[in-house]
């Protein structure tokens, strides 16, 4: 089976910019989520969704950031405006379970905002 | 609440030396989980491990082994006559079983041990 797939790899974008994340889980599993790794936090999770509806979004920095999943094999992740701050990797999870299962994680966004 | 300690940031060791991740967790749960994940240096995050807080069997896979310790709440983790592809950022994490005021059951990571194989 395919992993979690992740587009862009790479984004290099200007402050002020809208940016759109894109993410495919691994099929079957109900839960997805994003992660956001910098030098500064490590690894914090933004927000998870279970078959298609957020649960938690609690780790969502600001009202710049939005995610959305309209199916059970897509999500984005958007930020608008962009921020010199915002500059990190992005990665997507999925997962069968919540606690109990294993999280797969994509490759990953490496964000850079100018 | 959860915690998850890795207190040795950067650990240099020469090939074939065998070396030892150390984990430390904090739970108020009696069921929990934890991972080993592996981000080597092309940055994709690999799964290692998952152990259930029930069972405290060592675990062993090829040249990587795992010791789970509850009396103590460490989840260490060694790899055996290390090899230069070993060399990556080794992240230990802890889920929670039950649900706390509403709290959502993160996936609680350390903050990462990077590990350098010298040839």
């Known amino acids: 089976d395919a992993g979690v797939i992740q587009s862009p790899r790479h984004e290099v974008t200007e402050m002020g910019q809208e940016v759109t994340l894109r993410c495919k889980p691994i099929?079957?599993?109900?839960?997805l989520f994003w992660y956001r790794q910098t030098m500064m936090r490590g690894l914090e999770l933004l927000i998870y969704f279970n078959n298609n509806v957020p649960i938690d979004d609690s780790g969502m920095p600001e009202d710049r950031f939005s995610a959305k999943m309209p199916n059970a094999s897509f999500s984005t992740l958007k930020i608008q405006p962009s921020e010199p701050r915002d500059s990190a990797v992005y990665f997507c999870a999925s997962s069968r379970g919540l606690t109990e299962e294993t999280q797969y994680f994509g490759p990953g966004t490496r964000l850079l905002v100018l | 609440a959860q915690k998850v300690t890795q207190a040795q940031t950067e650990i240099s060791v020469v090939e074939k030396e065998d070396v030892t991740l150390d984990c430390v967790y904090e739970?108020?749960?009696?069921?929990?989980?934890l991972f080993w994940y592996k981000q080597p240096p092309s940055g994709e995050l690999v799964f290692l491990i998952r152990?259930?807080?029930?069972?405290?069997q060592n675990e062993i896979s090829g040249r990587y082994s795992w010791n789970f310790q509850k009396s103590t709440s460490s989840f260490n983790f060694t790899i055996t006559a290390s090899q230069v592809v070993d060399s990556a950022v080794y992240f230990c994490?802890?889920?929670?079983?039950?649900?706390?005021?509403?709290?959502?059951?993160?996936?609680?990571f350390g903050t990462g041990t990077l590990l350098a194989v010298q040839p």
């Open positions: 739970t108020r749960d009696t069921t929990y989980y």
């Open positions: 152990r259930n807080s029930f069972d405290e």
């Open positions: 099929s079957g599993h109900d839960y």
């Open positions: 994490a802890l889920s929670e079983a039950l649900n706390y005021g509403g709290a959502t059951n993160k996936l609680i």
